[in-house]
């Protein structure tokens, strides 16, 4: 593994407003699905009919096919590939955007952990009021992890670009080469762990300081792309006036940590987090 740069080094000056509203209201995808006009059937048979998604049907209800046909519709997706990843929630596939690969994930409706999204939603400022309607909660999810995306990068952060959301769909930034997907930390071996172990604690103190906390930061879901490192997954985390921010960061430095000494670096999830919430200095 090469030497990885931190970027932006000024970029995480405003902490943003952690206040911003998610509406979970019904979107054009919503009444596309209900409208169901030919071009949509067609487009929905053409998805249903594909090998690369065959095997997992159950991903593509009425309304996901609908978002899906909107984002085909305002030219962030041209043409669908095969599956990158599957988990219990999502479904990450590839796609040919209009100009470059996108990575589209795709949260189920009906499979996904109701009550574990739950626990990152409750006391989230920008959720309230949302209720017990799994659909709004998994679009919530949804527009969630963009709107985290988006704050990340604004902090210097390194994180995949967020393109477009609709619905239950997120279409962001494909990292890779060539179809496949970029590694994990867990997947390569670390060849300067002290330098890489800088960089994750650097973008964890960032995301702090915008007002975020991962909530689920582990080997997992950092990857290497062009001799970078880069943080996924951004759906679970909460702002820091979450009732659980201090617990869940307090967990990802010990993962953090834990991952890093077993690469022969001792460190300590306490010291992570002293660094990652010591006080900006005045300015």
């Known amino acids: 593994m090469t030497e990885f740069d931190l970027v932006d080094t000024d970029g995480a000056e405003i902490p943003g407003d952690e206040w911003d509203e998610i509406d979970v209201s019904e ?45 085909v519709q305002d030219g962030h997706v041209a043409a669908f590939g095969g599956p990158l990843s599957t988990g219990k929630e999502a479904n990450v596939y590839l796609a040919a955007g209009d100009d470059r690969d996108v990575a589209v994930k795709i949260y189920r409706i009906n499979a996904s952990d109701f009550r574990a999204m739950r626990d990152y939603l409750d006391g989230d400022p920008r959720f309230e009021g949302i209720g017990s309607d799994k659909r709004k909660v998994v679009v919530a999810w949804t527009k969630k992890e963009f709107a985290n995306l988006m704050r990340a990068r604004d902090a210097g952060v390194r994180v995949p670009e967020p393109i477009a959301v ?43 300081r915008a007002g975020l906390v991962h909530g689920d930061l582990s080997e997992y879901n950092v990857v290497v792309h062009d001799g970078e490192l880069y943080v996924l997954d951004l759906g679970q985390a909460v702002t820091v006036h979450h009732p659980n921010s201090r617990d869940f960061l307090e967990r990802d430095c010990r ?3 834990a991952f ?22 005045e300015p």
């Open 166 to 208: 609709q619905r239950n769909v997120l279409v962001m930034e494909f990292l890779g080469r060539d179809g496949e997907r970029a590694k994990r930390l867990s997947e390569v071996a670390v060849e300067n762990p002290e330098t890489a172990y800088e960089v994750v604690r650097e973008y964890t103190r960032r995301l702090y």
């Open 255 to 257: 993962n953090v940590a």
């Open 27 to 71: 979107s054009e995808a919503d009444a596309v699905g209900r409208k169901q006009d030919r071009e949509f059937l067609e487009f929905r048979k053409r998805i249903k009919d594909a090998d690369q998604f065959k095997v997992t049907d159950s991903v593509f209800d009425d309304a996901t096919l609908a978002a899906l046909y909107k984002l």
């Open 260 to 281: 890093f000494s077993r690469q022969g670096y001792e460190v300590t999830g306490e010291a992570m987090f002293e660094y990652v919430t010591e006080p900006e200095p």
